[in-house]
T-cell receptor, first 115, second 114 residues
Framework: GAGVSQSPSNKVTEKGKDVELRCDPI?????LYWYRQSLGQGLEFLIY????????KSGLPSDRFSAERTGGSVSTLTIQRTQQEDSAVYLC?????????????FGQGTRLTVV | KNQVEQSPQSLIILEGKNCTLQ??????????LRWYKQDTGRGPVSLTI?????NTKSNGRYTATLDADTKQSSLHITASQLSDSASYIC?????????????FGAGTILRVKS
């Protein structure tokens, strides 16, 4: 597709279960960002991938969160032993990062509900 | 540390009124600044882009300003409509030295009431 694709669009999981969220960036985009939005709150940075560089994981809230980006394309965000406070919309964005007109393109997000 | 701070965190206004959202950044060097609009349940979409040399740019009822000296930007919405209810996110692109990394503000949640 032409845009950033995230799956699933909605996920309901039981507390303590592991979940995987997927992001397919726009082809050729070297940069990929994961953010989350809790209900009524602003964007919270999670992790940033740029090409072959080591990812910036400074936003991951705990060691239950991890992410990888295989082959510089698809990224998976994994949350282990989910907690109710993990409930949020998880947004993925990608960009070319080519300079003056750099634009982030966002996916529709994955709404995660932990019950 | 490269940061983007937005204010207010949330705002409620009456339909037809104007409002101004603020974005202050410490990102340096600076490449460009974008304002995004995020409708409920959707991903953010770019409204306008400001480069270093631009002071003002309009997109319909939206007018963005940039003061690169004070590292401040604002988004002014004129004659607000119910459809303006959304989250508005300021995103600053760092310079080539930082790989043009994008630094995101937390956003301002705007609610327009009838």
């Amino acid at each position: 597709g032409a845009g950033v694709s995230q799956s699933p669009s909605n996920k309901v999981t039981e507390k303590g279960k592991d979940v995987e969220l997927r992001c397919d960036p726009i082809s050729g985009h070297t940069a990929l960002y994961w953010y989350r939005q809790s209900l009524g709150q602003g964007l919270e940075f999670l992790i940033y991938f740029q090409g072959n560089s080591a990812p910036d994981k400074s936003g991951l809230p705990s060691d239950r969160f991890s992410a990888e980006r295989t082959g510089g394309s698809v990224s998976t965000l994994t949350i282990q032993r989910t907690q109710q406070e993990d409930s949020a919309v998880y947004l993925c964005a990608s960009s070319t990062q080519t300079g003056r007109s750099t634009e982030a393109f966002f996916g529709q997000g994955t709404r995660l509900t932990v019950v | 540390k490269n940061q983007v701070e937005q204010s207010p965190q949330s705002l409620i206004i009456l339909e037809g009124k104007n409002c101004t959202l603020q974005c202050n950044y410490t990102v340096s060097p600076f490449s460009n600044l974008r304002w995004y609009k995020q409708d409920t349940g959707r991903g953010p979409v770019s409204l306008t882009i400001m480069t270093f040399s631009e002071n003002t740019k309009s997109n319909g009822r939206y007018t963005a300003t940039l003061d690169a000296d004070t590292k401040q930007s604002s988004l002014h919405i004129t004659a607000s409509q119910l459809s303006d209810s959304a989250s508005y996110i300021c995103v600053v692109s760092a310079g080539r030295e930082y790989g043009n990394k994008l630094v995101f503000g937390a956003g301002t949640i705007l609610r327009v009431k009838s």
